[in-house]
């Protein structure tokens, strides 16, 4: 499976955007990536995947590099809510859902 | 939708004692997993099922170790017997396993503590 780096810790001020790097420079062609978030104890939630072109819903928009080696999870507008563990995964897709959780970047979101 | 139920939410037992932690997935989900938190080796998946078939179990940790998933709507992940580097979160998870997404929807976790 791919493997991903993120950069262990981040902080973002208020209402900015949080711009959250992850390089997976050895992902296949039929891998996914997939961006998850854990907030003190709690269960890591959902946030987006794609595989090519951008992709943007109601919680972030996720930009990934022509030749797909990196990607940025961007929150167009941090609030305190959003610290959290940020966790880049890839994925072949369809695979039975099975996910490989890194250690993630730690992001701070301060007033 | 209640999301994913897990119960206990937390467990405290001693070593030797027998651990049953339990997860009710969404309803309609085809796949389940079991994961492990702990501050030293972060989130680990366990298990896997799929339609209730174990998929991949490389990831349990030695034979103190067993899952279950008898129907749908109900798995198991006992601990017998139990040892004091077994106290971790436990979490469940389930996804729809549809060929739109392989979104995986966790449930609050287990915190267990074996003395």
């Not at chain 1, 997939?34 to 269960?43: K, L, M």
């Amino acid at each position: 499976d791919a493997k991903t780096t993120q950069p262990p810790s981040m902080d973002c001020a208020e209402g900015r955007a949080a711009n959250l790097p992850c390089n997976h420079s050895t992902i296949s062609g039929n891998e996914y990536v997939y961006w998850y978030r854990q907030i003190h104890s709690q269960g890591p939630q959902y946030i987006i995947h794609g595989l090519k072109n951008n992709e943007t819903n109601e919680m972030a928009s996720l930009i990934i590099t022509e030749d797909r080696k990196s990607s940025t999870l961007i929150l167009p507008h941090a609030t305190l809510r959003d610290t959290a563990v940020y966790y880049c995964i890839v994925s072949f897709y369809n695979q039975g859902g099975k996910l490989i959780f890194g250690q993630g970047t730690e992001l701070s979101v301060k007033p | 939708d209640a999301g994913v139920i897990q119960s206990p939410r937390h467990e405290v037992t001693e070593m030797g004692q027998e651990v049953t932690l339990r997860c009710k997935p969404i309803s309609g989900h085809n796949s389940l997993f079991w994961y492990r938190q702990t501050m030293m080796r972060g989130l680990e998946l366990l298990i896997y099922f799929n339609n209730n078939v174990p998929i991949d179990d490389s990831g349990m940790p030695e034979d103190r170790f067993s899952a279950k998933m008898p129907n749908a709507s109900f798995s198991t992940l006992k601990i017998q017997p139990s040892e004091p580097r077994d106290s971790a979160v436990y979490f469940c998870a389930s996804s729809p396993g549809q060929p739109s997404t392989d979104t995986q929807y966790f449930g609050p976790g287990t915190r267990l503590t074996v003395l």
